[in-house]
Each structure stands twice: as C-alpha cells, then as structure tokens.
C-alpha cells in the first residue's frame, strides 16, 4: 500500500478550506464547525475516528482527544494544511478549546445533516450559549462532488484494484464455489493490489439470489447456467470504486435470461453515452430507463441508475428519476441499469465514470463478457 500512494500524485487538501469559507458568508454564518467525519477528512486529510473542526473566516482549529495527538500532526502536516491543533483526553477540555475559538463569532454554523438533536441542544446550551446557531446543508459535501487530480488518481487505483481481481478469480467460477467464496477471493486480491479493503460489502448473487439488487453472498453453489451479479469495489487511500458485472458459467439455460443480458448491456452504453457536462442527472436515467421500458420491463427495473462516488461509496451527484443535479465536469458517477426477475435471477451492469465537457471518462474497464467457459 505504501509504495502505490507514494505513486499517486498529491490532493489539494490545503486549499479546501479557503473554498469552504468563500461559501459560509451565503449559508448565514461567519464560521463552520465539521463534524462529520469524512468532511473533516476532506479538508484535513485525518483519518481518525473522533474529531471536530472549526473553519472560521482566518483559522482553522482542529479538536480531537488524546488518540490522535501524534497522528492528527501528522496526517494534516502531510497534507499541507495549517490548523491549530487541540488534544484533550475529556470532552470537556474539546468544548473548552472550541469555545474559546468561537470567542466572538456571533452565528455559528453546524451541519444539519450530521448533528443529532441531542447535540444541538448540547451545543446550544453548553457548548456555544453566546452563538446563534445556523443548520447548513452540504457546505463541505457540495464541495466534494468535484474531484480534483489527485482524487481521480486514487480512485483510478481503486477502480485497478478491482478489475484485476476479477479478472483472477473470475475462473474459479467454473469450480461451483460458494458465493461467500468468490466475495472472499475478490476481497483477498483487492488487498493484495494494494487496497485497503473493499468501498462496501460485496455482492456475489447467482440463479434466483441475482433477482434481489443487494443480495449478501451466501453458502449457495454458483451452477452452470445461471447468471451471476458480482459488485464490488476496492478503497484506496480512502477513496472507493464501485463496479459490477454479470456473468455466466457457460450459456445462460434460458432465451430470456439472455435477451436480460442483452437489453441491460444496451441500456448501460446507452447511459453512458448520455454522460457529459450540462446533463441532468434525470436525463441520464431515462436514457438507460427507455430502453429496459422499450423491452417491457420497467417494473423490473427497481432502483435509480447511479450516484456519485469518491470518499464515499454512495454521494453526489444523484443519477435517478428524481435527481435534480447537473452534472459537471470532475464529478465521478455510477451507470448501472438493472433487470431483476424472481424466475430467471438479475442483470446489472455497472462502470464508474468521471465527466467531461464532451461526455464521461469510465474509470472501470473490466470486459463484460458474459460467458465464463
């Protein structure tokens, strides 16, 4: 793992905060306190499991307990970004630190999305009685849909990771392995890439186990004939890839399992095809949906066409009936139209993208051959 980040080139970590704070004056607050962690990540580059950070109009003030002293130094020194640190072992000691830092601050954003009503009421009694404050939505998270170089870079290994360990185990299919087998081997040579891990559980769905979207892999055999949905993904340095494919050991045993594969694959390109700067993400959905509609299953199409990736496995943008996002150029999305039939098992087809001003880039490549002989 060591040698495949020091490979990848530098995120621009240090400049995200200023980005942030070019937003605050519009969302009603002269400062922001992050409490979500993958937020803090973003913007700091710490990967610890308890933090909080302030973003005020000239400082930035870290707060974590006394896990992360050394390892918050680290990490945002690493990334180039200036805060002051504050450690304490008691949560009192962090709400001392953060309420001398909002000394001043009259309207104090917190993001609503993150903060339970207990801590509101904590923060508006105890913790920042002097401050008004402001419920913000998706101040750092807007921020996040546009990926800059060095995200691409991650999830481009990420998305390697995963094509290469398809394309090792896909053969032992052939053996009758358990689902819960192939998930494992796919999991143990995404590790061996240099992943972290896998960006979500993995599904391995064989026969009638495919007809549901998000089956668990399970002791059931795979059997010649039947078709298989593998989706998975891989994280690399905390960024994800997301990818499926369906497949079949030898040729499906019936015409409508393969008439299936077929509309699915026409639907995927043609999803794909409809990816660019300036598209809606509604737009991209009814490109894929037309066509499994066209073929006479829209009920068996049961869920939205994609959604965004990167620090997480589901983000924005949103690709679906009822998206209201544009998309724009650096944004990185899912296109996976599915059919799904109790008799006959699933179909789904799935490439992440990252968008251009002429269309979309794929960052998954593995074939899509359907037949494992």
């Not at 580059?45 to 400082?59: E, K, R, W």
Request: proline letters at 5%.
């Amino acid at each position: 793992m060591t040698s495949l980040l020091t490979s990848l080139p530098p995120m621009e970590t240090a400049l995200r905060a200023d980005r942030l704070r070019a937003g605050l004056a519009g969302a009603g607050c002269e400062a922001l306190l992050v409490t979500r962690l993958v937020n803090i990540r973003y913007l700091t580059g710490f990967t610890g499991s308890a933090a909080m950070l302030l973003v005020t109009p000239d400082d930035l003030v870290f707060v974590t307990d006394g896990r992360y002293g050394e390892q918050s130094a680290e990490q945002l020194g690493a990334a180039g970004v200036v805060a002051a640190i504050e450690v304490s072992t008691t949560l009192a000691g962090q709400q001392a630190a953060l309420q001398a830092a909002v000394r001043g601050v009259t309207r104090l954003g917190l993001e609503a999305e993150s903060v339970s009503w207990a801590q509101q009421r904590r923060f508006a009694s105890d913790w920042f009685p002097d401050a008004e404050l402001v419920p913000t939505v998706g101040l750092v998270d807007d921020l996040r849909r546009v990926k800059d170089a060095g995200e691409v870079a991650r999830m481009q290994a990420a998305a390697a990771a995963a094509d290469g360990a398809l394309a090792t185990v896909r053969p032992m299919l052939a053996e009758r392995p358990e689902e819960r087998e192939v998930a494992l081997a796919l999991e143990v040579e995404m590790r061996r890439a240099g992943a972290s891990g896998p960006s979500f559980e993995t599904i391995v769905a064989a026969g009638p186990n495919g007809a549901k979207p998000h089956a668990r892999p399970s002791s059931r055999r795979i059997e010649r004939g039947e078709l298989v949905v593998i989706d998975f993904g891989a994280v690399v340095d905390g960024y994800c890839s997301d990818m499926t494919r369906t497949v079949c050991v030898g040729e499906p045993t019936s015409a409508t399992a393969r008439r299936m594969v077929e509309v699915v694959a026409t639907s995927q390109r043609a999803g794909v095809a409809a990816v660019a700067a300036g598209v809606t993400g509604k737009a991209v959905d009814e490109a894929c949906r037309a066509v499994i509609t066209e073929a006479g299953w829209a009920d068996a199409f049961v869920h939205g066409t994609g959604h965004g990736v990167g620090l997480e496995i589901h983000e924005a943008p949103r690709v679906s009936s009822t998206s209201t996002d544009t998309l724009a150029p650096g944004h990185v999305v899912t296109v996976e139209p599915g059919v799904y039939l109790p008799d006959e098992g699933g179909v789904r087809i799935e490439d992440t993208v990252i968008v251009t001003d002429s269309g979309c880039t794929p960052l998954t490549h593995a074939p899509k051959d359907l037949v494992i002989s």
